[in-house]
């Protein structure tokens, strides 16, 4: 894997507002957010999909839902609630191939998350 934009932003080779890193994770704002908050929290590790994850990934994922409850309590919406979001493969949305976690916040969230027209298909 030659890595994604967000390899660059874990080189620091492009900017991001970075709010958590540790030996394993880093998160940092979504630069296009959907809700008041929007984190991705991504593992260094580089892992294009889900499905391309590997036996040993598995407390590193999970790490990643730590962190957003970490996160959630540090920054004041873990009371309120949010959603934390991985998409796979083109279909579900996903345009990084580099797994990541998206944590939104901040506002009511519809459920479910597809449209009319989608319901249609
Ligand atoms: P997904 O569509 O699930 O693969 O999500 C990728 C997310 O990465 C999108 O929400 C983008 O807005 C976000 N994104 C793309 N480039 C950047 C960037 N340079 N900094 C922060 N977020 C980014």
């Not at 620091?12 to 957010?33: G, K, Q, T, Y």
């Not at 929007?38 to 590790?45: A, F, G, Q, S, V």
């Not at 959603?83 to 976690?101: D, K, P, W, Y």
Request: hydrophobic letters at 40%; one cysteine or more.
């Amino acid at each position: 894997m030659s890595g994604t934009i967000f390899t660059k932003i874990m080189n620091r080779e492009i900017p991001a507002d970075i709010v958590h890193e540790d030996d394993v994770s880093l998160a940092f704002r979504d630069i296009n957010p959907q809700a008041p908050v929007h984190l991705l929290i991504i593992p260094k590790k580089e892992i294009a999909t889900i499905n391309d994850m590997e036996e040993g990934d598995r407390e590193l994922v999970g790490h990643l839902y730590w962190v957003a409850a970490k996160l959630a309590k540090e920054m004041g919406f873990a009371d309120e609630g949010y959603r934390t979001v991985m998409n796979c493969g083109e279909s579900a949305g996903q345009s990084v191939f580099h797994i990541h976690l998206h944590v939104l916040a901040g506002k009511p969230l519809g459920w479910p998350p597809y449209t009319d027209k989608m319901k249609q298909a």
